[in-house]
């Protein structure tokens, strides 16, 4: 009986949708969509003590406020893969300034952090599609979608996880640390990044995409 009741209640309620004009059914499903996006396929950094040793080694990385700059051998070289990656990201980011500065930031924060910036783009794309302002589920946040208890543990009360620069560079410092832990294992990382350790689906995921939209292999002069 309770079936057949909430049956009748969908039923009622695509009669109802149907009744509505045109218009309003288009204006609803963008909102929807909108929503449906704004969801981003981050899970959770597990929060987990720290030995002082490794506390005081991100404590100073993510306190570093060196201008992100492109670190290649050549000036050319550099241009080359800032042009390439900016053709690649030009309908998620339109502003060209805007987007060659993300560029710029992810390359200087992965190369920091001894990453490889594709991968980070790769992962970037999974977790906020490159959206700034994403915030997850359980409050990730950003385009790396960090967790907010890191800049307690790390951090200080004045970093906004919603900046550039501090987002880029708490996500791969928190991503090297989980690579140091694995022992160079950047699947088994990944996996911690996302709180999915175990789980293929999100190692696949960003390695995927790194693959597909990411690679870079430089042109030979």
Same mark, same amino acid.
């Given at each position: 009986?309770?079936?057949?009741?909430?049956?009748? @209640?969908?039923?009622?309620?695509?009669?109802?949708?149907?009744?509505? +004009?045109?218009?309003?059914?288009?204006?609803?499903? &963008?909102?929807?969509?909108?929503?449906?996006?704004?969801?981003?396929?981050?899970?959770? @950094?597990? !929060?987990? $003590?720290?030995?002082?040793?490794?506390?005081?080694?991100?404590?100073?990385?993510?306190?570093?406020?060196?201008?992100?700059?492109?670190?290649?051998?050549?000036? !050319?070289?550099?241009? &080359?893969?800032?042009?390439?990656?900016?053709?690649?990201?030009?309908?998620?980011? +339109?502003?060209? #300034?805007?987007?060659?500065?993300?560029?710029? =930031? %992810?390359?200087? !924060?992965?190369?920091? #952090? *001894?990453?490889? $910036?594709?991968?980070?783009?790769?992962? /970037? @794309?999974?977790?906020?599609?490159?959206?700034?302002?994403?915030?997850?589920?359980?409050?990730?946040?950003?385009?790396?979608? %960090?967790? +907010?208890?890191? %800049? @307690?543990? /790390?951090?200080?009360?004045?970093?906004?996880?919603?900046?550039?620069? =501090?987002?880029?560079?708490? *996500?791969? =410092?928190?991503?090297?640390?989980?690579?140091?832990?694995?022992?160079?294992?950047?699947?088994?990382?990944?996996?911690?990044?996302?709180?999915?350790?175990?789980? $293929?689906?999100? $190692?696949?995921?960003?390695?995927? &995409?790194?693959?597909?939209?990411?690679?870079?292999? +430089?042109?030979?002069?």
């Amino acid at each position: 009986m309770l079936n057949l009741f909430r049956w009748l @209640q969908c039923l009622s309620l695509c009669k109802k949708w149907l009744s509505l +004009p045109k218009i309003i059914q288009i204006a609803c499903l &963008a909102l929807f969509g909108a929503l449906v996006s704004s969801v981003c396929f981050a899970g959770s @950094q597990i !929060e987990a $003590p720290l030995s002082n040793s490794v506390k005081a080694l991100m404590q100073r990385s993510v306190s570093d406020r060196a201008v992100p700059t492109l670190t290649f051998v050549t000036e !050319e070289e550099g241009s &080359a893969w800032l042009n390439a990656m900016s053709q690649r990201l030009k309908k998620r980011m +339109p502003d060209t #300034a805007y987007r060659e500065d993300f560029l710029r =930031t %992810v390359h200087y !924060e992965a190369s920091r #952090a *001894g990453l490889d $910036p594709q991968m980070v783009l790769g992962l /970037i @794309q999974i977790e906020s599609g490159f959206k700034k302002y994403a915030v997850s589920s359980v409050g990730a946040r950003g385009f790396m979608q %960090v967790m +907010p208890f890191w %800049v @307690q543990s /790390i951090g200080a009360s004045d970093h906004n996880l919603f900046l550039l620069r =501090t987002n880029l560079r708490y *996500g791969c =410092t928190i991503l090297r640390h989980y690579v140091d832990m694995e022992h160079g294992d950047l699947y088994r990382a990944l996996g911690r990044y996302n709180g999915s350790l175990g789980k $293929p689906q999100y $190692p696949n995921l960003v390695l995927g &995409a790194w693959r597909k939209h990411w690679n870079y292999a +430089p042109k030979s002069i």
